[in-house]
């Protein structure tokens, strides 16, 4: 993590740009790499304000606090930062799926089961016919939350094929995909 530090209308001190440099590297945690942020610390007439502009792999965070004391705008900003990027992080994981292989399993990735014993008895107990709603991945996420069961089948808009969404025993969620 890149930390550069200006003051403006304010002597630079070594304990200031510590305590800020520390400060600023607890964002590290929520963001990803490379990081970048640049803090500007200035004095205007009677207001010590603390300035901030972070940017982590193609994420931008600003943020600006103003108090009486500098260290206690520095804590305000980190706060303020901090919060945005916790925000950033659970909307990319919540929205756009977070990262898809760990959640929904990457392709070829199913566990395979050893077959039966005796192989005449087994048999079908039950069928079903269903319909497959057209829908994208991550409605179909939304819809197998919403119903009890344990899988959804539906045609993917996106690639107008036939998918099976179940939900495995870890919480996660496995994805098939048929291949013509």
């Not at 943020?63 to 659970?90: F, R, V």
């Not at 919540?94 to 014993?117: C, D, I, M, W």
């Not at 069928?127 to 409605?139: C, G, I």
């Amino acid at each position: 993590m890149q930390i550069s530090v200006t003051f403006r209308h304010i002597d630079p001190s070594p304990p200031l740009r510590t305590y800020t440099e520390e400060k600023i590297s607890r964002i590290k945690k929520y963001l990803k790499e490379p990081i970048d942020a640049h803090v500007v610390l200035k004095v205007e007439k009677f207001r010590h304000i603390a300035e901030a502009t972070i940017d982590a792999g193609g994420l931008r965070l600003n943020a600006t606090e103003e108090m009486e004391d500098m260290y206690a705008a520095i804590d305000m900003l980190t706060d303020t930062l901090e919060g945005q990027a916790k925000k950033s992080k659970e909307r990319s994981n919540r929205y756009k799926g977070g990262n898809h292989s760990k959640r929904l399993g990457a392709p070829g990735e199913f566990v395979r089961t050893q077959p039966p014993q005796d192989e005449e008895e087994a048999r079908i107990i039950r069928s079903e016919q269903v319909f497959a709603k057209p829908m994208d991945l991550d409605e179909a996420v939304m819809q197998l939350n919403l119903s009890n069961g344990e899988f959804i089948v539906f045609n993917n808009r996106n690639t107008n094929r036939i998918n099976v969404l179940y939900r495995r025993k870890d919480g996660n969620y496995g994805l098939i995909e048929t291949i013509s």
